[in-house]
């Protein structure tokens, strides 16, 4: 528990990942409010702040209850302003790793930027966190996440049928699942 609690600062160019505080939540309102940010994620777009500041107290900060970091902004240092989120946010069933998920402004798409930090989290998820495997998992409709993911070396498991009932729609496709190993 107490590495969860005291996880390591990582820069690289002008970003820097750090552990998600409640202070983040007008940022994270900034792009969460955004269909085009939120249509491939289990949640989203938000309406409103409340609901950015929700998602940090109920979903983030209970993980370190569950096992789990809380996860890491990505703060853009120039503007410091937090323009994303990657963490692991369930553990795998078999104990020995955890899933990645991630999620970044559109002013920041196709900048390298995910998939810096992917490698990132990863190298702590082996080094630092002692993870055997991390999984990470996209739809196949959403071909910039399949794009990190593969430049990440993640090697594909299996596709699956997706349906999910949202707030504002549904999502309805197939499910990649990755694996890394150690």
């Keep these: 528990m107490k590495k969860y609690r005291r996880m390591p600062v990582i820069d690289f160019d002008d970003y820097r990942l750090r552990t998600i505080r409640l202070s983040d939540a007008k940022d994270m309102f900034d792009y969460g409010r955004r269909s085009d940010v939120t249509r491939f994620l289990s949640w989203g777009p938000f309406a409103d702040i409340r609901e950015a500041k929700r998602s940090i107290r109920r979903i983030f900060f209970p993980r370190l209850k569950e096992g789990l970091p809380i996860g890491y902004a990505i703060v853009d240092m120039k ?23 991630f999620v970044i402004h559109p002013d920041y798409w196709n900048k390298g930027i995910v998939t810096r930090a992917l490698s990132k989290l990863i190298e702590i998820g082996f080094s630092y966190l002692g993870y055997e495997r991390i999984i990470v998992k996209h739809l196949k409709g959403n071909v910039a996440s399949r794009r990190v993911i593969e430049k990440a070396g993640f090697r594909l498991l299996k596709k699956e049928y997706y349906y999910l009932k949202k707030t504002k729609g549904t999502i309805e496709d197939e499910i990649w699942t990755y694996e890394k190993r150690r």
């Design 79 to 101: 503007r410091s302003k937090m323009i994303g989120t990657i963490d692991f946010h369930s553990t795998i069933d078999s104990g020995d790793g955890a899933e990645i998920g």
